[in-house]
T-cell receptor, first 111, second 115 residues
Framework: QKEVEQNSGPLSVPEGAIASLNCTYSDRGSQSFFWYRQYSGKSPELIMSIYSNGDKEDGRFTAQLNKASQYVSLLIRDSQPSDSATYLCAVMGTGRRALTFGSGTRLQVQP | DAGVIQSPRHEVTEMGQEVTLRCKPISGHNSLFWYRQTMMRGLELLIYFNNNVPIDDSGMPEDRFSAKMPNASFSTLKIQPSEPRDSAVYFC?????????????FGSGTQLSVL
């Protein structure tokens, strides 16, 4: 079992719709969770972080964390073609100081 | 701040040659990470340093890979000898290790092609 799992996609949504990206992790003691966006040929950039159970909203983005289910999600409201990218889930495992990344979900927003 | 700076952006070399990748972290950051990204394996941690000291090098694939951080503003990742399977994008990233909620900032990466 991979430490951080994501569906590779592509996830295709129409412009203006809500895109829902999911991630599960295996280390139950993990404390910090991040979503990175990576455009093709570019480096990952941080878009959201979440540390407590529940929802965290930032503009069109909402991160959701459920530690009991070991599940993290990212919702993108009013999706735009510029949101088309690969979204990487990253987890800070127990006793670690480095992030473990999932393989990413490719999102395509159709105009 | 200019962000994390990596060089070169692209490197094409022949099998058996030595390759050196360079990284300058963000000023004030005390943790530095080297990641490798391929289509097959995604983004993998190779090694990370805290206060210039290597903390975890369990991701370094084999003895052909070595990394150094002689001071707080510079790190190198060396591959000697290089092999075609080393072809990947190598990212350097840095963070301020003040608590468990570290946020990682990536450089632009080095696209390595070993022929």
């Amino acid at each position: 079992q991979k430490e951080v799992e994501q569906n590779s996609g592509p996830l295709s949504v129409p412009e203006g719709a809500i895109a829902s990206l999911n991630c599960t992790y295996s280390d139950r003691g993990s404390q910090s969770f991040f979503w990175y966006r990576q455009y093709s040929g570019k480096s990952p950039e941080l878009i959201m972080s979440i540390y407590s159970n529940g929802d965290k909203e930032d503009g069109r983005f909402t991160a959701q964390l459920n530690k009991a289910s070991q599940y993290v999600s990212l919702l993108i409201r009013d999706s735009q073609p510029s949101d088309s990218a690969t979204y990487l889930c990253a987890v800070m495992g127990t006793g670690r100081r480095a992030l473990t990344f999932g393989s990413g979900t490719r999102l395509q927003v159709q105009p | 701040d200019a962000g994390v700076i990596q060089s070169p952006r692209h490197e094409v070399t022949e099998m058996g040659q030595e390759v050196t990748l360079r990284c300058k972290p963000i000023s004030g950051h005390n943790s530095l990470f080297w990641y490798r990204q391929t289509m097959m394996r995604g983004l993998e941690l190779l090694i990370y340093f805290n206060n210039n000291v290597p903390i975890d090098d369990s991701g370094m694939p084999e003895d052909r890979f070595s990394a150094k951080m002689p001071n707080a503003s510079f790190s190198t990742l060396k591959i000697q000898p290089s092999e075609p399977r080393d072809s990947a994008v190598y990212f350097c990233a840095s963070s301020f290790s003040g608590n468990v909620h570290e946020k990682l900032f990536f450089g632009s990466g080095t696209q390595l092609s070993v022929l």
